[in-house]
């Protein structure tokens, strides 16, 4: 039968302290001015490259090595943690929701035939972020599953849609509403009442995570339930035209509007009777909303209206919550991950970091499963984000707080394994301020030297790592890797991830000598990581995950 126990490793030993480093947003790409990481003063980074190639590397961190469809996807913080903490590869959301609709399985699950009961009567929303970034959503789904409903008896149809600006450039927005604008237009030419009914920009409207801002998911529920904004359009290209005129306006952040008729009237706020899909494959930017959608008790603001609906997700949200209820693609199941084996094995865990990325070293690390394995085991500390700011004006985030919290638990010695993300390089990356983003990275650093002091003081091992790129390169570059140029001239700002590796390195007194990494695992990826821990906590991985990255020679 199944167990958890994990055999000896043959050479190295148990009881060493280590601490796993998640240095979020973090890739490595050539020096130039465009590379944050390298203009930032980052002397702990630095040190720890000097140890390549035994100490020191590459690994994917993007495409197929993280279960994404293709290698031309960028990696995200999800996949990216779910492969560090799970040592395998699993076909992700976006896999699963592209086989689903390709195969027209879709139509036929649990899921939609659960809403397809209110076509007859009711109105199809579908709510989501309208981009073809794929780490939440993409739009090539969003038009399938249109036509898919429309085929399938949706009679009525209103789209949510949320401007992007963050995994893809700032200002495509407009090319994607048009876009969806002119499949809809196809949709009503063939009977089909479809609309654009609302929407915003994805940091101001709905896409909060980790509960960090409830306000974010009230102001896009006023929008969508309630047909309630501060700005009212006849049209959602009008609407993002027209918002984009304010100064400093960005996708990202673009404030919520509704579509309103000849008689002011909104087009489409949510009613008993209609059918609701949220169609982000991406759990962590969708769990907020799920909840103000399906839970009857909920106080996290006044919903005024809780219209009786039919509600599915793209997939279930979260498992343990069982979260939503219905869903129209079953998630990947992620089981048996490292941080389950290695508490059943003794390991006593600590995992930190600040709200925005708490879930991140937590639930999408441990296989999408949220609260302890062995709550006598673990201890996890999340530190407040500041909200309602964007991180560019205070780039340092929580780096120190989270660094004091991981060097106390490592001096403490009451923990085995000390885990941290640290969010500065990827938050601040996103908002595309580069001067800020050098910032964050020193911030980064900073703590990474924290965390190794304090594991010099205890005589235990430390592992760095990234879970995808991102400060690494801030500019769209061209087939040829040159920076692309606007009309203006200016440099096209990326503040999206990127498609570059992230580095490992591993070190400390604690350090068997003679361990290394090996040379015949050059094309490993962010899932080999999961072995390498548990080797260095003294244990051989199970037979299934990814071969570890280390090997160990006599000397
Ligand atoms: C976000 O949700 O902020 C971005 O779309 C992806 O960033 P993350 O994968 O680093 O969380
Ligand atoms: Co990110």
């Known amino acids: 039968g199944f167990s958890w126990k994990l055999n000896d490793h043959p050479k190295l030993p148990k009881g060493k302290i280590i601490a796993v480093v998640v240095l979020d947003g973090w890739g490595e790409a050539n020096p130039n001015q465009y590379n944050c990481i390298h203009v930032a003063e980052t002397p702990a980074m630095d040190s720890l490259k000097k140890g390549a190639p035994e100490k020191w590397r590459l690994v994917k961190a993007h495409g197929k090595a993280v279960g994404l469809p293709t290698d031309d996807d960028m990696g995200n913080s999800e996949v990216g943690h779910n492969a560090l903490g799970a040592g395998r590869i699993f076909a992700q959301g976006a896999k699963l929701v592209d086989l689903a609709l390709a195969s027209g399985k879709i139509y036929e699950g649990e899921g939609f035939k659960y809403i397809k009961e209110s076509f007859e009567t009711g109105t199809l929303h579908l709510i989501g972020l309208l981009s073809d970034g794929g780490v939440h959503s993409r739009l090539d789904q969003l038009q399938l599953l249109l036509k898919g409903a429309s085929e399938h008896g949706a009679k009525r149809i209103r789209v949510h849609v949320l401007t992007d600006g963050r995994d893809v450039l700032d200002g495509t927005s407009i090319g994607f509403v048009e876009t969806l604008e002119n499949d809809l237009a196809k949709l009503r030419e063939k009977g089909v009442d479809a609309q654009i009914a609302s929407g915003g920009g994805r940091m101001q409207v709905t896409m909060d995570r980790y509960e960090n801002d409830w306000d974010v998911v009230k102001r896009g529920w006023d929008a969508q339930v309630l047909g309630e904004a501060p700005h009212k359009f006849r049209s959602a290209v009008e609407a993002v035209k027209k918002l984009r005129e304010a100064p400093n306006a960005n996708d990202q952040y673009l404030p919520p509007f509704v579509i309103v008729d000849d008689n002011g009237k909104p087009v489409g706020p949510i009613v008993d009777g209609d059918a609701v899909v949220t169609f982000n494959f991406r759990a962590d930017r969708m769990v907020m909303l ?7 008790d909920f106080d996290k603001f006044d919903r005024v209206r809780f219209p009786k609906i039919r509600y599915s997700g793209m997939l279930q949200y979260d498992g343990e919550l069982k979260l939503p209820s219905h869903y129209l693609v079953s998630p990947p199941e992620i089981d048996r991950t490292s941080g389950e084996y290695l508490v059943h094995n003794g390991v006593r865990t600590f995992a930190c970091s600040e ?6 070293v937590t639930f ?6 949220s609260g302890y394995f062995k709550q006598e085991m673990e201890e996890y500390v999340e530190i407040p984000s500041d909200s309602g700011i964007t991180f560019n004006v205070q780039p340092k985030m929580k780096a120190l707080e989270i660094a004091e919290k991981a060097r106390d638990a490592i001096l403490s010695r009451k923990f085995d394994q000390v885990r941290v993300n640290l969010p ?6 996103h908002t595309g301020d580069i001067e800020a983003t050098i910032v964050a ?12 002091d304090a ?12 879970d995808h790129g991102n400060a690494e390169d801030m500019v769209k570059r061209n087939k040829k890797g040159e920076p692309l140029l606007d009309k203006n001239g200016n440099i096209q700002i990326l503040t999206s991830h990127t498609l570059q590796p992230v ?7 604690g350090l068997a000598p003679g361990v290394r990494f090996r040379k015949d695992v050059p094309d490993g990826g962010l899932a080999n990581v999961a072995a390498t821990v548990m080797n260095l906590h003294g244990f051989e991985a199970p037979a299934d995950y990814e071969p570890t990255l280390i090997d160990v020679v006599d000397n």
């Open 290 to 296: 799920a909840k103000a959608l399906e839970y009857e």
């Open 355 to 360: 709200t925005v990325k708490f879930g991140h």
């Open 364 to 369: 999408f690390w441990n296989g999408n499963r």
């Open 424 to 429: 500065n390089s990827d938050m601040v990356g």
């Open 441 to 452: 990275c020193k911030a980064a650093d900073d703590a990474v030297k924290m965390i190794l």
């Open 455 to 466: 594991i010099d003081q205890v005589g235990g091992i430390y592992v760095v790592t990234a």
């Open 503 to 509: 580095p490992v390195a591993i070190g400390g007194p």
